[in-house]
C-alpha cells in the first residue's frame, strides 16, 4: 500500500506521498502544473478562508495573528525565501444566501460589504498577507470546475441518493458516529465536533469517493506521527500539529468506515453557489469548494513554479477533518503533494461559554485593539493563545495584565536605560578617544573575557529558574535566546517562544533595579557595562518580537538605530549587530506605546 524506494535506516525520512488506491486509475491533469516539496519554493503559510456570514469576532483575528507571527518569523530567519501568505473569504452557501435575503441585497452586494471587513480587520492589525482571496473570485471557479472535471474523469464523483445528518449551521452532512443526543433537547441531535443541531436528510447529488483513501490517510499521519515522535530535539512538526489532534484523526480513521462525502446541493435549495460542470440541477457542495481556494490562491492549474503544498495552514479545532481528511484526499485524488503542517488552535471563550451574538458575549477585535491598541492585543493573543490545544477564556482583565507587561518589560525598560543619568555616567567611563568607540567594539571591550563559545545551550527551564546577578550572566543568556526561540518556533510552539523572550526582559529589568547604573555609589564603569548590557538586551529581544509586535519592534530598532539589514534571526546573536549609529551614547529613548483607553 506504502512504498519508498531502499531499506528504512535510522534518521531516514520515508517520503510521505500517499500510495494510490488500486480501485480507480488516475490520468495526468488536463494542465501541466509543477509543484514542489522543496525548501527552494516560496513558504507557504493559511489561514482559514472565514466564512463571513457574520461580521469578524476574536476568533478570526487569532487565526490571522497566529499565521503573520509565523509568516513574519520566517521572513527573518530566511529573508532570502519568499513568503506567500493566504487568507479570504468563503462566499458560497446557504447561510450567505439568508443573510443577503434578511439584508435586502443581492448574495454578492452581501459579499462585498462583509468580505471587506475581514479584510479590514487583517489591515487594522497589521497582518502581513499577500494575498486576499475570495471564492466569488472567476479565478477560483475556474479552479474549481477544473478538478470537478479531473475527479469526475476519473470516476471519483458518482450522483446518489445521500442520506444523513445535516447541519445547516455549519453547511455540511456528518456520519452517524459524528453526532450525539443533544445534552438538554429530547429527540435532538448535535454535531459531536461543533455541537451544532442537525436534522436527518435525505436528497440526489454527487458524492466523492472519500473511502478510497482511508488506508493511504491513515499510513500518512502513523507515520507522520512516528517522525515526529523520533525527531531529533522534537524540532519538527508534521501532520496535524499539536498531536493531540493528529492523535484523534488517526483513531477517527481507525474507528470509522469513512463514508464517501457528499460534494453537491440541489440548485433549487442552495442557489448561491458554484454550479456543478454540465449539471446546473445541483451546486457545488460550499466546503467543497471553499477548500480549494488553497489550490486557486497559487494558480492551480495553471503551469509554472508554485508555492504548493502549503508549509503551515492555520486553522481552528473545529474544521481539524475538513482539512486533515477531506482535503487530503482531493490532494490525492490530483496527484498533488500533501501540505507539511496543519496547525490546529482551540477556541477562545467568554465566561467559560462559545462566543455567540444570541448570548452577547462576542469580543469584537477591532474594539479590543483601539483600547489597547494593535500590539498589546496580538501579544496578548500569542502569550495566552498560542498553547493551541486548550480553549482559552477571553478577559479584559487579562488583556490588561499582559499588555501592562510588555509595556513595562520591553517600553518602559527602553526609557530606563536611555535615560541622560545613565548615559552621562556611562559616557564618562570612555576613554577620550579622536574617534568615536563604535557599539561593537565598546561591548567587545567590556566582555572581553566572556568566552560566549563555551556557555552552554538556554532552555526555558534555564531561564525560569535562574537569577542573573551579573550582566555576564544576561550576556551568556542572551547569546543563546535566538536559538531558543528559533527552536519553539520551528515546532510552532509560539507561547514558549515569546515566554522565553518575556524571561530575559523579566531578568534584565530585574538586575538593571538591582545595580542602579544612575548611582553615584558604583564607578562610571558599571553604568557602562550596564547600558551596553541593556542595549545589547533591546537589540536582540527588539529582533526576535518582530512577528509578535511588529510596529512596537520596529520603532525600538529605529530608535536604536539598528541598521534595517541587521533586523534578521541571524543578527540575534551577542555582538553581531550595530546600534546608535555615529555615537552609542547619543541614543534617545523613545514612547513605544500609547496609553490604553480602558
Known sequence: MFSCRGPRRRGHIPCLAFARPAAVSFPAPLRRYNATSSTDKPFYVTTPIFYPNARPHIGHLHSLVTADIIARFQRISNPSRPVVFLTGTDEHGLK????????????????DIISAEFRKLGERANVSSTMFMRTTQPRHRETVEHVWRTLMAQGLLYKDT???????????????????????????????????????????NYKFRLSTFRDALLMHYSIASELNANAEDGLVSRGVHPGVYQNAVIQDLKME?????????????????????????QTVYVWFDALLVYLSGVGYPLAGTTAWPPDVQVVGKDIVRFHAIYLPAILQALNLPMPKTLLSHAHWTAGQKKMSKSLGNVADPIEAMDDFGVDPVRFYLARVGGRWRDDVDWSEEQLRKHADEIRNLFGNYFLRVTSKAIRQRAGTAISISSEKPS???????????????????????????????????????LDNLGGLVSGHMKNLEVADALHAIMMILR????????????????????????????????????????PFVPHTSEKLLNGLGAPVEERSIDYARVGRGNVGGDSVMDISGVKLFEMSRK
Open 96 to 111: 450567505m444566501q439568508q443573510a443577503a435575503q434578511t439584508k435586502g441585497v443581492s448574495p454578492l452586494e452581501w459579499c
Open 162 to 204: 445521500y442520506e444523513g445528518y445535516y447541519s445547516t449551521t455549519d453547511e455540511c452532512f456528518y456520519p452517524p458516529s459524528r453526532v450525539s443526543p443533544h445534552p438538554t433537547l429530547p429527540d435532538t441531535k448535535i454535531s459531536i465536533e461543533t455541537g451544532s443541531i442537525v436534522e436527518w436528510s435525505s436528497e440526489v
Open 257 to 281: 468506515s469513512l463514508e464517501d462525502l457528499s460534494v453537491s446541493r440541489p440548485r433549487d435549495r442552495i442557489g448561491w453557489g458554484i454550479p456543478v460542470p454540465g449539471d446546473p440541477s
Open 439 to 477: 557599539f561593537q567594539s565598546l561591548l567587545a571591550q567590556q566582555f572581553s573575557g566572556l568566552n560566549l563559545s563555551t556557555t552552554s545551550s538556554t532552555s526555558t527551564l534555564d531561564l525560569e529558574g535562574c537569577k542573573p546577578s551579573t550582566n555576564e550572566e544576561i550576556v551568556a543568556l
Open 507 to 546: 531578568h534584565a529589568n530585574a538586575l538593571l533595579t538591582i545595580l542602579a547604573p544612575w548611582s553615584d555609589a558604583h564607578r562610571p564603569n558599571v553604568a557602562l557595562s550596564c547600558y551596553l548590557t541593556a542595549l545589547e538586551t533591546l537589540r536582540i529581544t527588539g529582533i526576535l518580537l518582530q
